[in-house]
């Protein structure tokens, strides 16, 4: 499976999926890292790792649209069959994630679909609940929507500030995500409306509710 990993800063969701797929055996291989930020930190990994690079600037395009289309030609021009978003912070237009349907997937800092949008440790914190997490999400056009691939629930300590939060939870996307690509390249994820199914998953052990590393 040719995998696109769209970045917008950072990278370390990117950083986990590349190691993922470097593993001997892994069903999938990242074939393009696409940035819309020239300064994003994650390319010099990508390229370090000899993934191609590249920068799609927003700010050369005039509206969402033309932004949305020259990402959808690049991608097709690299044959991509998944798009990851890894930290991209650009809202897509339902006219590009309706093309990709099914084929373009997100992660996402909190236990989907409570916490939706920006702000999401602080909102957490903020909220009084004892655990939130991270999701790993089929892509729909409304924003953090879309069927669920795997989860993993995470404490909220007394004591946490935002960012104490979004470490602890940054831990367990490194590790769903991972996942949720092997799951998806290996086609076993199946979407049933507004729900995916895996399939041979034996549950509990990999009902992907913190998932253990063997699934
Ligand atoms: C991650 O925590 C990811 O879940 C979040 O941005 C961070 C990117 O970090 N994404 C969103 O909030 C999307 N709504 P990274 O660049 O190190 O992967």
Redesign the pocket.
Known sequence: MRVAVL?S??????QALVRACEAEGFPAEIVTVLSNNPDAG?LEFAASHNIPTKVINHRDYENREDFDAAISEYLTEQRVDLICL??F?RLLTAEFVNKWRDRIV????SLLPAFKGLH?HERAIESGARFTG?TVHYVRPEM?DGPIIAQAAVPILQDDTPDDL?AR??VQ?HRIYPLALKLIAERRVKVHGSVAKIIDASEPDTSLINPSEDN
Do not use: K
């Open positions: 970045i800063s950072r990278g370390s969701n990117m994650g890894a930290g912070m997100n992660i996402h800092p999401v991270c953090d979004a939870i940054l996307e």
